[in-house]
C-alpha cells in the first residue's frame, strides 16, 4: 500500500496558487491536489477557514505544518526537494534568488488588483476606471525590472530556478492585462515558461471553471 503524499496543496485554477502547483511540477515530487473556488465564498466557511485563516489560495501542508504565503511555500519546497532550484545561504546568486521571490509578490499585486476590478467586480458601476488605469500603469512599470534582466538572460538568475514560477506566473497573467506586442524580450520569456512541461501540466483542463473568461482585458478609457 502507498503511503499518502506528505504535502498536499489547496489550489484555485489559474490563480496564484498555480505558482506553487508549477514548482511542485517541476520538483517532481508527490502531492495531494485540493481545488477550491474563489468565486462562490466556500474559502470563507468551513472546512477551508480553518485552513488559511483568511481564505486566500494556496494553503500548503506539509506532514502535520500548513503554510500560508507562496514565497515561504517557494523557500521551504526548494530548500527541502529541490536545491537545484534554489540558492542557499553563502551560495552564489542567493541575494538575487531572494530579491526575485519577493518581488514576485509585488508584481502579483497588481495583477491581483487588476483581476479584481476586471473579474470579481462584476457589475461594471462597481469598478474604477481610475484606478484600473493606475495598476495598469503599475504593473506595466513594474515589468519593466523582469524586461532588462531577460533581455540579457533567458532566466531571472543564471539558470531556470524557482523564482522563475513565482516571477514568469505573473508574467503570463500580467498579458492579460498589459499589451506586451511591443516588449519582445517580456514576451519571450512568457513564452519560454509557458513552453515548460511542468507549467502545461499546472494548467487547468477545459472542464475546469478558471478566473479568467478571456486573453485581454483592455483598459478604461481616460
Known amino acids: 500500500m502507498t503511503d499518502a503524499p506528505d504535502l498536499t496543496l489547496w489550489h484555485a485554477p489559474l490563480s496564484r496558487s498555480m ?7 517541476e520538483i ?13 465564498g466556500s474559502t470563507r466557511r468551513p472546512p477551508y477557514d480553518a485552513i488559511h485563516p483568511v481564505g486566500r489560495a494556496p494553503a500548503l501542508r506539509d506532514g502535520d505544518t500548513t503554510i500560508h504565503e507562496s514565497g515561504a511555500m517557494t523557500e521551504w519546497l526548494c530548500e527541502t526537494r529541490a536545491p537545484r532550484l534554489w540558492r542557499a545561504p553563502g551560495e552564489a546568486g542567493r541575494l538575487g534568488w531572494l530579491d526575485w ?34 495598476e495598469t500603469a503599475r504593473l506595466s512599470r513594474a515589468l519593466g525590472l523582469v524586461e532588462r534582466t531577460v533581455t540579457e538572460s533567458e532566466w ?15 508574467v503570463w497573467i500580467a498579458g492579460r492585462f498589459v499589451d506586451l506586442a511591443q516588449r519582445p524580450a517580456l514576451a519571450a ?34
Open 101 to 134: 521571490l519577493h518581488f514576485g509578490e509585488t508584481l502579483c499585486q497588481h495583477v491581483a488588483n487588476l483581476t479584481q476590478q476586471h473579474v470579481f467586480l462584476r457589475e461594471p458601476s462597481q469598478r474604477s476606471p481610475l484606478l484600473i488605469r493606475l
Open 28 to 40: 517532481g515530487c508527490p502531492y495531494r491536489l485540493e481545488l477550491i473556488d474563489l468565486t462562490d
Open 189 to 222: 520569456y512568457r513564452d519560454r515558461c509557458a513552453a515548460r512541461p511542468a507549467f502545461q501540466r499546472s494548467l487547468p483542463g477545459p472542464e475546469v471553471r478558471a478566473i479568467y473568461d478571456r486573453d485581454f482585458y483592455d483598459p478604461p478609457e481616460g
Open 19 to 25: 505558482r506553487i502547483l508549477w514548482l511542485l511540477e
Open 156 to 170: 531571472l538568475l543564471s539558470e531556470f530556478s524557482g523564482v522563475d514560477c513565482q516571477v514568469g506566473y505573473s
